[in-house]
């Protein structure tokens, strides 16, 4: 009897507390860049699922679902940390510079980087522990190409 509450205890706290992916977390974090000038445009919706397609080796079926699943997490989320938590515990620099390097690809693909858009990578890029000087660089590589 002990057992079956402890257990009820415990299923009920792991569903209030989903542990987030990688994928998910990389989702959500690409998903606050196109919603940061309150404008999805299609080329950075485009964008946004190729780097999601280039960083995990998904189907379409999961690809669509990680995109969706990304959007309405990060719909749903108070603030990054949860996200940007999640990178810092899984992945290492070069991993994260590739997130960040998405971030901007992102960012940029309708040529044009609004100050909000650039304002909310340089907190996410703070929140993973990335020095400003890996900000401007993966900055200018995205920019100058």
């Known amino acids: 009897m002990l057992k079956k509450v402890l257990d009820l205890f415990t299923e009920s ?3 209030q507390e989903p ?15 196109i919603r940061a000038d309150r404008h999805a ?29 990304g959007r309405e ?4 989320a108070v603030d990054m940390v949860q996200f940007t938590q999640v990178v810092n515990e899984q992945c290492d620099n070069d991993e994260k510079r590739a997130i960040l390097k998405s ?8 040529k044009d980087i609004a100050p909000i858009e650039e304002h909310t990578i340089r907190r996410i890029a703070d929140l993973l522990h990335m020095p400003h000087s890996q900000f401007i ?4 590589d995205v920019t100058n190409t």
């Not at 542990?19 to 860049?33: M, P």
């Not at 971030?103 to 940029?108: D, G, N, P, S, T």
């Not at 660089?137 to 200018?140: C, D, E, H, V």
Request: glycine share 0%; proline share 0%.
């Open 137 to 140: 660089k993966t900055k200018l």
């Open 73 to 76: 997490t990060a719909e749903e």
């Open 103 to 110: 971030l901007w690809e992102v960012a940029y693909a309708d």
């Open 41 to 69: 445009d299609e080329r950075e919706l485009a964008a946004y699922k190729a780097m999601l397609e280039a960083r995990f080796s998904l189907s379409e079926q999961e690809l669509s679902a990680l995109m969706e699943d």
């Open 19 to 33: 542990k987030l992916s990688v994928e998910l977390a990389t989702a959500a974090l690409l998903s606050e860049i």
């Open 13 to 15: 706290k792991s569903q």
